[in-house]
């Protein structure tokens, strides 16, 4: 391989390692943001649950009524 596609090469490798990177960067955000939601969401429904709200039925549970 001659100098010139080496190079070639490198400059492509270069940015597809850039380009990666843009989308990690951008993922980790998204997950801080998703994470942080799912945080409010969990006090939310703790903080109903404790009022004695009406819940969620999650899984085989049966609604309080039955």
Do not use: F
Request: hydrophobic fraction near 35%; aromatic fraction near 2%.
């Amino acid at each position: 391989m001659d100098r010139d596609a080496m190079e070639e090469k490198l400059a492509h490798l270069i940015r597809a390692t850039d380009d990666l990177s843009d989308v990690v960067t951008a993922q980790s955000r998204r997950i801080d943001r998703l994470e942080r939601q799912v945080a409010l969401l969990t006090e939310r429904e703790r903080s109903r649950e404790g009022d004695g709200g009406g819940g969620v039925v999650i899984g085989d549970e049966r609604p309080p009524h039955w």
